[in-house]
């Protein structure tokens, strides 16, 4: 167990629609990192929030958005959903933000199937 | 940028064979380099690391991964393969360009056979 919580475990909608995943960080981490894991695109970084503040943007589309609370949860949203939104979204927390030592501990993901 | 590739969608090894997965780094600095392990429908577990301080890096369930630059590469290996080492295996390279996230390889699944 890393540490790290996501919820839901799964999560089944329709195109068009628009979901929250959510993640919880390890206790005392102030970093947290989004991930997509998908079959024809691997493993693709999407954002990062340090503490609040977003740091970093990949490969994230327009419709989707995040945010990173007081409580340091965060919250991706997936908005007009299409069938190549299907993946595993994968949160994960360190401690700080530009520490290259620093490891990133990853959550247990949130199965994304979109009909 | 950087970048990692892993050579090998797919090993297959008897119990108790040598484990070899392949990474291969691209980045202009020095990398920070990382393993990764994920098992079926589970996240990702840190394996290992190398953050320069030495070149042969040892990490959880008895793998190993030795750093050698003029090869560009950051190969993984474990002596004597168990039947609960079958999973996905990942290379990863940290980005040093401000952003901090992770570059993935493609992953590498790892069979064991009895």
């Known amino acids: 167990d890393s540490g790290v919580t996501q919820t839901p475990k799964h999560l089944i909608t329709a195109t068009g629609q628009r979901v929250t995943l959510r993640c919880s960080p390890r206790?005392?981490?102030?970093?947290v990192y989004w991930y997509q894991q998908s079959l024809d695109q691997g493993l693709q970084f999407l954002i990062h929030?340090?503490?609040?503040?977003?740091?970093a943007k990949g490969n994230i589309l327009e419709r989707f958005s995040a945010q990173q609370f007081p409580d340091l949860h965060s919250e991706l949203n997936l908005s007009s959903l299409e069938l190549g939104d299907s993946a595993l979204y994968f949160c994960?927390?360190?401690?700080?933000?530009?520490?290259?030592?620093?490891?990133?501990?990853f959550g247990p993901g949130t199965r994304l199937t979109v009909l | 940028a950087q970048s990692v590739t892993q050579l090998g969608s797919h090993v297959s090894v008897s119990e108790g064979a040598l484990v070899l997965l392949r990474c291969n780094y691209s980045?202009?600095?020095?990398?920070?380099l990382f393993w990764y392990v994920q098992y079926p429908n589970q996240g990702l577990q840190l394996l290992l690391k190398?953050?320069?301080?030495?070149?042969l890096v040892k990490g959880i369930n008895g793998f190993e991964a030795e750093f050698k630059k003029s090869e560009t590469s950051f190969h993984l290996t474990k002596p004597s393969a168990h039947m609960s080492d079958a999973a996905e295996y990942f290379c990863?390279?940290?980005?040093?360009?401000?952003?901090?996230?992770?570059?993935f390889g493609t992953g590498t699944r790892l069979t064991v056979i009895p």
């Open positions: 994960a927390s360190s401690v700080v933000a530009t520490a290259n030592t620093d490891t990133q501990y």
């Open positions: 206790s005392g981490d102030l970093s």
């Open positions: 929030y340090y503490n609040g503040e977003e740091r």
């Open positions: 980045s202009s600095v020095p990398p920070y």
């Open positions: 190398y953050t320069s301080a030495a070149t």
């Open positions: 990863a390279v940290r980005d040093q360009t401000g952003a901090n996230n992770l570059f």
